[in-house]
């Protein structure tokens, strides 16, 4: 089991305080920017709580914290969306609830995480309410959520909080060093930029091959603007890329581009290495109408969740307002 993220340190050394303590309260909540490492201490505090061995950090040899990095731990429930859906449903809290009326399978503590936990809708969060107000003994009960403003108040008011901040860049392209050795330095710093400072958000960008992904969605992009090839195509296309992830690199390009053009040579840009590509599509658009596109991505962003829009046509509505006029 790894040591905690060194931008975890402080938050990581006070929870081990409070279980020396015996002090550790029923339910928090991690928050922070995606990619910030919430669930990896998430795991490291639930490893920590059901490693048998009698030690400040968790062994990573125990039987225990050999399920837990195996994901099979039985004391270790983790309620997530079900895949291809983007909810977590009142049913899979209801079957939580039932889950922790039974006893510890291993005698000890009961840890439950819930992840992203602004994915659960009302009528799970209100369910959730009262698991929240009357723990089982010996629970731990870790909520998750990159956007804590989408939960209730209740929900909110019940957790004790702790929040990640961006990490200093030093700390985070140091890590991020560790991780992959081989990375140049230049194309850490840029999908560290891109990662809105969220190491591991940048360590998994640089391992999929997203920054590749990105230059060629850009060849997208300037083709359609040059107007040789077909939106509709290339919404299909990047469907199978990734819907929220397109919608996300759009999102940042435009945002760079209105920068330039408020701003001549802008002191700050997220895509600083395709800059002059950005520049060169901005300059032929006017600024008001490079506003109407970022509130239209947006508008997709908040809507890419809801499984009765049809992505392609999100996607397609975004990228044919860039076809020249005829
Ligand atoms: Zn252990």
Not at 132 to 154: G, H, I, K, Q, Y
Not at 200 to 227: K, P, S, Y
Not at 233 to 238: D, N, P, T, Y
């Amino acid at each position: 089991m790894s040591a905690a993220l060194p931008w975890h340190q402080s938050q990581w050394d006070n929870l081990l305080s409070r279980i020396a303590q015996d002090n550790l309260p029923h339910a928090l909540l991690l928050t922070g920017r995606r990619g910030v490492g919430k669930q990896r201490l998430a795991l490291q505090l639930a490893a920590r709580l059901l490693c048998t061995e009698d030690q400040p950090e968790p062994c990573g040899q125990c039987k225990g914290c050999r399920l837990i990095l195996a994901g099979t731990h039985p004391d270790l429930k983790v309620i997530q969306p079900p895949e291809d859906k983007s909810v977590i449903s009142v049913d899979q809290i209801r079957e939580l609830t039932h889950y922790l009326s039974l006893t510890a399978l291993c005698g000890g503590y009961q840890v439950v995480l819930i992840s992203p936990a602004d994915a659960m809708n009302v009528n799970a969060a209100n369910s959730l309410l009262k698991t929240l107000e009357e723990p089982p003994a010996n629970t731990l009960m870790l909520l998750m959520s990159d956007r804590p403003s989408a939960l209730t108040a209740t929900i909110r008011s019940r957790c004790q909080l702790i929040s990640f901040g961006k990490p200093a860049q030093d700390i985070a392209l140091a890590w991020l060093k560790t991780q992959q050795p081989e990375l140049d330095a230049n194309i850490a710093n840029i999908a560290l930029e891109l990662a809105d400072g969220a190491p591991l958000r940048a360590a998994e960008m640089v391992a999929q091959g997203g920054l590749n992904q990105r230059t060629e969605m850009l060849d997208d992009l300037e083709q359609i603007v040059a107007g040789r090839c077909d939106p509709i195509e290339i919404a299909k296309k990047w469907l199978k890329l990734g819907k929220k992830e397109s919608l996300y690199w759009v999102y940042g390009w435009l945002v760079d581009m209105v920068r330039m053009k408020v701003v001549n040579q802008a002191p700050y840009l997220t895509n600083t290495d395709i800059a002059p590509r950005l520049s060169k599509i901005a300059a032929k658009i006017e600024l008001s109408l490079l506003y109407k596109r970022l509130d239209q991505v947006s508008e997709a962003l908040r809507l890419e969740d809801n499984p009765s829009l049809n992505a392609e046509l999100l996607l397609e509505g975004v990228l044919i307002g860039w076809t020249p006029r005829r």
